[in-house]
C-alpha cells in the first residue's frame, strides 16, 4: 500500500516533443506529491510538486495532472530538450510525514537533438 | 542556490568495518534525513532527524545504524557492521522549518561494501 508504481521504465524523445511519465498511488493518506530530477553524480532535484486540491500544476515546461479518484499523477514535459534527459522520479508523502518520501522506480529520460 | 555537501563522494570498506558518511546540511535547515539508493532501484527513506533526535525512520534503519549531529554543522550516518548489502549510493537531504516541503539532497556517497 506504500508503493508508488512509475511507468515507463525509459523514455526516449525527439526534441520539441512531449514527455509524459505515470504514476500511479494506492495509499490514500498521501498528501503531497513531488516530482524529481536527478542528472548522473548527482541527488535527486525538485522539480515540480502538487497537492491533491488541484487537478494541474504549471510551471514552465512542466506541468503535474493528478486524478484523485484514479490515485494516478503524470508528469508533462513540453518542448521536450536535450538538457532534459535524466532520470525522474516521483514520489508522495502522507500528511503529517512531509519529508518521509516514498518514491517511484524512475525513469530514465532522453531527448534526443 | 545553497547545496547539501556529502563527503566522501566514495567509500569502500572491507565487510564488518564500521563507515561514517558525512553531510553538511544547509545552514537555516532544522530537518535532515537519510536516503538510500540500491543501484537501479528507487530511492529509500532511512531515517529523518529533528531537534536532536529521530522523527521518523524506516525498517531499513535497524541497529546497525545510527545518525547523529555532533556539532551545528555536520550530521552523520554511521554502519556499525557493514554488510555487502549495505552497497548503495546514500543521500543526504535537508529542509527548512516552514511549510515548504522542499527537500534539498547532496550528490550522495558511493558506499561499496566487499
Known amino acids: 500500500q506504500q508503493q508508488v508504481k512509475q511507468s515507463p521504465q525509459s523514455l526516449i524523445v525527439q526534441k520539441g516533443g512531449i514527455s509524459i511519465i505515470n504514476c500511479a498511488y494506492e495509499n490514500t493518506a498521501f498528501d503531497y506529491f513531488p516530482w524529481y530530477q536527478q542528472f548522473p553524480g548527482k541527488g535527486p532535484a525538485l522539480l515540480i510538486a502538487i497537492r491533491p486540491d488541484v487537478s494541474e500544476k504549471k510551471e514552465g515546461r512542466f506541468t503535474i495532472s493528478f486524478n484523485k479518484s484514479a490515485k494516478q499523477f503524470s508528469l508533462h514535459i513540453m518542448d521536450s530538450q536535450p538538457g532534459d534527459s535524466a532520470t525522474y522520479f516521483c514520489a508522495a508523502t502522507p500528511a503529517g510525514s512531509a519529508r518521509q518520501l516514498t518514491f517511484g522506480s524512475g525513469t530514465q529520460l532522453t531527448v534526443l537533438p | 542556490e545553497p547545496e547539501v555537501t556529502q563527503t566522501p563522494s566514495h567509500q569502500v570498506t572491507q565487510m564488518g568495518q564500521e563507515v561514517i558518511l558525512r553531510c553538511v546540511p544547509i545552514s537555516n535547515h532544522l530537518y535532515f534525513y537519510w536516503y538510500r539508493q540500491i543501484l537501479g532501484q528507487k530511492v529509500e527513506f532511512l531515517v529523518s532527524?529533528?531537534?536532536?533526535?529521530?522523527?521518523?525512520k524506516s525498517e531499513i534503519f535497524d541497529d546497525q545504524f545510527s545518525v547523529e549531529r555532533p556539532d551545528g554543522s555536520n550530521f552523520t550516518l554511521k554502519i556499525r557492521s557493514t554488510k555487502l548489502e549495505d552497497s548503495a549510493m546514500y543521500f543526504c537531504?535537508?529542509?527548512?522549518?516552514?511549510?515548504?516541503?522542499?527537500?534539498?539532497f547532496g550528490s550522495g556517497t558511493q558506499l561499496s561494501v566487499l
Open positions: 532527524f529533528y531537534n536532536n533526535e529521530i522523527s521518523e
Open positions: 537531504a535537508s529542509s527548512d522549518p516552514g511549510p515548504n516541503e522542499k527537500l534539498f
